[in-house]
């Protein structure tokens, strides 16, 4: 036996080699297309921290890599995302970044990203945007909101907003000190209206409000502006999805001037900003009020021509209503009487007819319970006939297959192939299976069927 010990490298030195492997087939920085995830800033400097996605068809992560945006970068990086109306890099955003391969021995692989296109995140948003249309028109979601009548009065809203938000505050400020006097019952379900998280708390938002829809004329969902990356969440579809079929009109105010999301093009009423919502809730209950008060104004004349018409309608019904009785009851008597009949008759005749196919039957039966036993046993003789034939077949197949494995069992064992010919060659304890690995004045063992031959080696050709 070799009692050698193979060589060994230090974990230092094999991660360093993996290292200056990975330094010189990458040398270059490449451009990378991926979605970012779990973003923050950490440490004295402020750098960036990250994850970088790939997701497949259905949604599921299909690869995965940690990367690092330096400080200096980042602030770069963020003014190119303002200038160009993106808004702040976030998780979640789809990113077109050029980066350098980093592989550490203590931290492993990473990516340095030096660049980041704002051009592509832009129309990542816009085809993401264009395919959660297309998606609810498929669905035959896209209308169906709007297909439902706003209730009037308009009063009783739920709002889904956050309240900090300063859209919220002014909202709330018009829609109550509101110079017509009319009056709205509110209630905020608080919902996160920016970031990663914005879709679900929404959605759980909502989710809060159906609890107590009856509650609620409508759902109001207010934000301020902000950047177009801060829209995201309102191209959702998830999102959207809900809000589409939400049983109670959806009104949006989104507070972005430039751009519709399409929670906007979907809700039952878009208006760009919070306030913007508040006027339109103040002018309809303000409208409803004034056509009330002209109404209100005729009311007296109208209460007393209908008092009048009242009197003489009164007059002619008490004059029918002698005469009315008897001959409703003369009516219904003659009718009674036809049903009478008509029952009397029916009855007889449906008597008739099932005591004729009784009989029938019964003479039927007996007849049809033979022809059935007989078709029964022929069935059962026709099931049972090959089975005998079937395990004979079967028995001569599986002992034809163990005879073909016992004569490739003996066929394969060593002392078989030994007789052949063949003969088995080891060098201290160890099967030689190459030349390679035999050299001059190395010690043989030659095994035949018979018996065994030592021998040295001499020379290898």
């Not at 021995?105 to 832009?122: A, T, W």
């Not at 007393?304 to 009785?325: D, E, N």
């Not at 090959?386 to 077949?393: D, G, K, R």
Request: proline share 3%; aromatic share 6%; charged share 25%.
């Amino acid at each position: 036996m070799d009692t050698t010990s193979p060589r060994s490298f230090s974990l230092t030195e094999l991660l360093g080699s993996v290292r200056r492997c990975l330094e010189h087939s990458f040398p270059a920085h490449y451009w990378v297309r991926a979605e970012v995830s779990d973003l923050r800033r950490g440490g004295v400097q402020a750098h960036g921290y990250l994850e970088l996605l790939e997701k497949g068809q259905r949604g599921e992560v299909v690869a995965r890599v940690r990367a690092t945006i330096w400080a200096s970068t980042y602030n770069e990086i963020e003014r190119s995302f303002q200038r160009s109306g993106v808004g702040q890099l976030s998780s979640g955003m789809s990113i077109l970044a050029l980066v350098g391969v980093v592989y550490h021995e203590q931290y492993g692989l990473s990516l340095n990203i030096i660049d980041i296109d704002p051009r592509y995140s832009l129309g990542e948003i816009a085809r993401l945007r264009l395919e959660t249309i297309a998606r609810l028109r498929k669905e035959g979601l896209y209308d169906l909101n709007k297909e439902l009548s706003l209730p009037t009065p308009l009063q009783r809203l739920a709002i889904i907003s956050s309240p900090s938000a300063a859209g919220y505050g002014d909202f709330i400020r018009q829609l109550y000190d509101n110079a017509f006097g009319v009056v709205f019952y509110t209630a905020l379900f608080q919902a996160q209206m920016q970031g990663e998280h914005t879709t679900d708390s929404v959605i759980s938002a909502l989710g809060r409000v159906l609890e107590q829809e009856e509650h609620f004329d409508a759902v109001v969902i207010i934000r301020g502006g902000g950047a177009v990356s801060e829209l995201r969440a309102f191209d959702d579809y998830r999102l959207c999805e809900v809000c589409a079929q939400f049983p109670l009109p959806i009104i949006s105010g989104i507070g972005h001037e430039r751009d519709e999301s399409v929670l906007d093009l979907i809700a039952n009423r878009s208006l760009k900003t919070p306030t913007a919502v508040a006027a339109f809730l103040i002018e309809s209950q303000a409208s409803l009020l004034a056509e009330l008060q002209e109404l209100s104004k005729s009311l007296p004349q109208l209460l007393q021509t209908l008092s009048l018409g009242r009197g003489q309608m009164l007059h002619t019904l008490m004059a029918r209503l002698r005469i009315a009785p008897q001959r409703l009851f003369e009516q219904e008597q003659r009718r009674n009487t036809n049903l009478y009949s008509k029952l009397l008759v029916s009855a007889k005749g449906f008597l008739h007819e099932a005591r004729h196919v009784l009989a029938r039957d019964t003479q039927r039966i007996p007849s049809a319970l033979r022809y059935r036993l007989r078709e029964e046993k022929y069935s059962l003789e026709q099931s049972i006939a090959p089975l005998s034939a079937a395990l004979n077949h079967v028995r001569e197949r599986e002992e034809t297959r163990l005879a073909h494995y016992e004569q490739s069992i003996r066929l394969a064992h060593p002392d078989t192939i030994l007789r052949r010919g063949f003969s088995i060659i080891s060098s201290q304890g160890k099967i030689l299976t190459s030349a390679s690995a035999i050299t001059p004045e190395s010690p043989l063992e030659l095994r035949f069927h018979d018996g065994t031959v030592m021998a040295t080696a001499t020379e290898r050709k």
